[in-house]
């Protein structure tokens, strides 16, 4: 089975922000196409120093990956994206005609671009309606169905950046086609069983983005043609055969929202011109007229989807678990079991988890009585400990178990046998006070 690749406002004075020279797409995950097995290889240095910076590591995230078949105007897209984060949101976010679209790198033509998963190295900090800062990530990768991928490499890709992104466009071309849908079966399957096991719907957003739609004439461009176009598509119908049946129930179960966005052609210039380098004044009037819709959909400080697991918002810092996790069973030479990945989602959850409250008891203790701070007296210790440590345990226990407590339990008392082990540490520091 053939699968696309993946390879995840407030008003201000008219002012277009350029990009730092410094940021660049940091490739996250390469492939080994020189290898006969095609390893996949996580460089986590570069994800950590993206997401573990002082001012990001704390904060929610919202990971939006661009998927899709290759040489379809994915990076292009995403640059789009670049410029109304850079800006801001603000009215003018586009910015002046003759500017240029900077950013992941993209070319015309037939070759590919993007070789494994690209994420941004700036991280954008949102603030939020609510007032809260949200930390959002934009990740591109390589397309699918070239001469340089295995199906399983498109496999692996693709389920790396749906299992890790809180948002994940679809990037298709002319139509949702039957294969386009038959790409997610995987996940439905994955799906079913994340919601036997802990009643969450696992997925949250798919945005769907059809480009170069060609039938205006019976749903307009956007995002109400692009809903109708959907929910045909997706329409449950007693001529189909079985299996077609549970591919669209089981996507309409296992994502929280779905949605269409129907994109015109962005003009011949874009096309068929090698010399095109984005400038605006080059592109159709009517593709930027949608694009400039489109956006705030999906990036307006309203409209961000964080990402969730087991009930619970993930930070920044979280995320390099998750990637760790994933990249661990995709080693093999065949896509993994969806029960398979479950059970490796389920480990995640728990060592973040565990990792959280360590996390907590070690920033607490060191108020307490680490460092500098001066000598208390065994008693006291212990029951400011005993709260610290009743704290940690429910920091842990806050996060909606998936796999159920049982699978949860070695990770509790792993927590409780580290935290024994640091309570030594501290008792014997803060004795070495008690001249």
């Known amino acids: 089975q053939a699968y696309n690749c993946l390879i995840h406002f407030y008003k201000r004075p ?14 996250i995950v390469k492939i080994d196409d020189e290898s006969e097995t095609h390893n996949f290889i996580l460089d986590e240095e570069a994800l950590n120093e993206i997401l573990n910076r002082d001012e990001i590591r704390d904060k929610p995230i919202c990971i939006i990956s661009v998927a899709g078949a ?47 998963i690209l994420m941004w190295s700036k991280i954008f900090l949102v603030k939020t309606p609510t007032g809260r800062e949200v ?9 699918s169905f070239d001469k340089n991928s295995t199906v399983r490499d498109c496999a692996t890709i693709f389920a790396l950046s749906l299992m890790t992104s809180s948002v994940l466009v679809y990037n298709l071309f002319n139509n949702i086609q039957e294969d386009d849908l038959q790409h997610l079966h995987y996940f439905t399957e994955y ?14 957003k798919l945005q769907f983005l059809v480009r170069d739609w060609q039938y205006p004439y019976e749903e307009p461009y956007g995002s ?65 007229e949608h694009i400039k819709n489109l956006m705030p959909s999906l990036l307006s400080s309203r409209n961000l989807v964080v990402k969730a697991m087991g009930g619970k918002e993930v930070k920044a810092k979280e995320i390099v678990q998750y990637y760790k996790s994933y990249m661990e069973i995709f080693k093999g030479n065949t896509m993994p079991e969806p029960k398979s990945m479950l059970e490796v989602t389920i480990e995640a959850n728990n060592l973040v988890s565990l990792a959280s409250a360590k996390e907590l008891y070690m920033a607490s203790m060191e108020s307490l009585c680490g460092g500098e701070r001066p000598y208390l007296n065994q008693q006291q210790l212990d029951i400011e400990h005993s709260q610290i440590v009743a704290s940690a345990l429910a920091e842990f226990d806050s996060r909606k178990k998936l796999g159920g407590e049982e699978s949860s339990l070695q990770y509790r008392e792993q927590l409780a046998t580290e935290i024994e082990k640091s309570y030594n540490h501290y008792k014997g520091h803060n004795e070495s006070k008690n001249i």
């Open 191 to 204: 799906g079913r069983l994340a919601l036997e096991d802990s009643g969450q719907i696992p997925f949250q």
């Open 70 to 116: 290759f040489r379809k105007g994915k990076s292009f897209l995403l640059n789009f994206m670049l410029r109304y984060l850079e800006n801001q949101g603000s009215e003018e976010w586009m910015g002046p005609e003759e500017g240029h679209l900077d950013g992941f790198h993209w070319r015309g033509g037939m070759e590919r671009d993007t070789t494994g």
């Open 224 to 288: 109400s043609g692009g809903d109708n176009v959907l929910k045909k598509q997706l329409k449950v119908e007693e001529k189909q055969h079985p299996e077609l049946q549970a591919l669209r129930k089981g996507l309409s179960s296992c994502f929280s929202d779905m949605s269409n966005f129907l994109l015109p052609h962005p003009g011949r210039h874009v096309a068929t011109n090698p010399n095109f380098k984005g400038n605006l004044n080059q592109i159709d009037e009517e593709f930027i």
């Open 135 to 143: 930390a959002v990530a934009l990740v591109d990768t390589q397309g």
């Open 14 to 27: 008219k002012l277009i922000v350029k990009m730092s020279a410094l940021d660049r797409p940091v490739q």
